[in-house]
């Protein structure tokens, strides 16, 4: 039998553990269900109710046909989800929201446009370039004349766009399947599922629900529907960090050397996933990753760098930083944006800012090296956001990758921050007393 001390001291215990002020849950039996799940479905009807709200901002102030078709269709989509949550009950209420979301905002919009040919510029640009890949082995135009021209991409995003290239257009499925933002989707589920797997705790639930909820959010469902090239980057971000806090530095050496070889914004996510494998596997782990990610990223790149350098310098380089003859698209009223129109005295300003920035982000990692997957993504996610809202051209949609970074890895943890409390020692209950 357990003595009333030992008793009194476990309960103590189990209510707060000192020195780390976490709070260890009550027992079941005070626990309130049912004010919990109605808590739940008002959080749910809330989330609902914004991204309606947001979708059917875009038939109102947008003036790009696709995103206010999207709206169109996206906004009572998540105002029946919304519904569902109200009147269904807890158990499926949430599964059958989700499941019209992901209907209403990803898939119905992704299959009419692409079905009827229409998509943003930067689909028709990845698959232009795997078309010029295929017959002249040059993914860039020799002499672009306006935005459309221009090939910002690095040369493995030329991938996404070989399957239009091998089926053509030839009736709705080929229109359908060689669509780019099909394989754009597929890629970036696949990595968000491998980043779950990797990161979830053993026996954890299956990520169906929170994946279908993040697709369905406005932030991706917008750009799943009608562009969706930023969404493999995102993906194999996530991915490479949580392949390197699992400890697998041969496997996040290749998905860095991918990420690389899709667009310069990713470079960031190699010197952070060194630091965290250094960090938690030591550094031959670190330079093994790093070589592989290297020289992966260098087999793709040199050979069209060296025999198609001025294309690429003038399309990857000079075109996403304003210095080209033509100005590129993406002018959403960011920071960075804001100064380069003031003139070449505000561009340059901007360029100055994105490298104190980035400076003070290099800075902090060294000070600060990340100890978890976590970690990891929260600062790639500071470096990346700095970079978007300093570069003097970017797009709001851009700031989808810094968002996804700090909230997957989250889910897939259940675990709001990376710091790691230290564990509570408890005595052992048995029946002798403890002096």
Not at 179 to 203: I, K, S, Y
Request: proline share 9%; aromatic share 6%; charged share 15%.
């Amino acid at each position: 039998m357990v003595s009333p001390p030992t008793r009194r001291l476990h309960d103590r215990l189990r209510r707060a553990v000192p020195g780390t002020g976490a709070r260890v849950p009550r027992p079941r039996a005070e626990v309130r269900p049912s004010r919990r799940r109605v808590g739940r479905r008002w959080v749910h009807l809330l989330g609902c109710t914004v991204a309606a709200g947001w979708a059917a901002a875009f038939p109102l102030v947008s003036d790009l046909p696709n995103q206010v078709f999207w709206g169109t269709l996206a906004a009572p989509a998540y105002g029946l989800a919304g519904l569902l949550c109200l009147v269904l009950p807890q158990r499926i209420g949430p599964r059958a929201a989700a499941a019209v979301a992901v209907a209403g905002a990803v898939l119905l919009p992704l299959v009419l446009l692409a079905v009827h040919g229409r998509h943003q510029s930067e689909v028709m640009v990845v698959e232009r370039s795997a078309r010029l890949l295929l017959h002249s082995g040059n993914p860039y135009l020799a002499a672009p004349v306006r935005a459309a021209d221009y090939n910002p991409y690095l040369p493995a995003m030329t991938l996404f766009g070989l399957p239009r290239a091998v089926l053509g257009s030839a009736g709705p499925v080929c229109e359908l399947l060689g669509d780019a933002r099909v394989w754009f989707a597929l890629a970036f589920l696949g990595c968000m599922l491998g980043t779950w797997r990797l990161l979830r705790a053993p026996g954890d639930r299956a990520p169906l629900l929170p994946l279908a909820v993040l697709t369905a959010s406005p932030l991706i469902a917008l750009a799943l529907a009608v562009g969706g090239v930023d969404l493999p980057l995102i993906g194999v971000c996530c991915l490479a960090m949580a392949l390197a806090g699992r400890g697998r530095p041969g496997a996040a050496g290749l998905v860095l050397a991918l990420a690389c070889t899709l667009k310069w914004t990713a470079w960031p996510a190699l010197p952070v996933a060194a630091l965290l494998i250094w960090r938690l596997h030591g550094r031959r782990q670190a330079a093994r990753a790093s070589g592989i990610a290297l020289l992966g990223g260098l087999a793709v790149v040199l050979p069209f760098a060296i025999a198609h350098g001025r294309e690429m310098r003038e399309q990857v380089v000079r075109f996403p930083l304003g210095l080209a003859r033509v100005q590129t698209p993406a002018g959403s009223p960011l920071p960075g944006r804001v100064l380069a129109e003031l003139g070449p005295a505000g561009h340059t300003i901007s360029l100055t800012l994105l490298c104190i920035g980035g400076l003070a982000v290099g800075l902090w990692l060294l000070a600060y090296p990340p100890t978890s997957a976590i970690a990891a993504c929260d600062l790639l996610a500071a470096g990346l956001t700095i970079a978007f809202v300093l570069a003097p051209a970017g797009r709001f949609g851009y700031l989808a990758l810094p968002v996804v970074l700090v909230i997957w890895p989250r889910l897939a943890c259940r675990v709001l921050t990376w710091r790691r409390p230290a564990p509570a020692v408890l005595p052992p209950l048995t029946g002798f007393v403890q002096v």
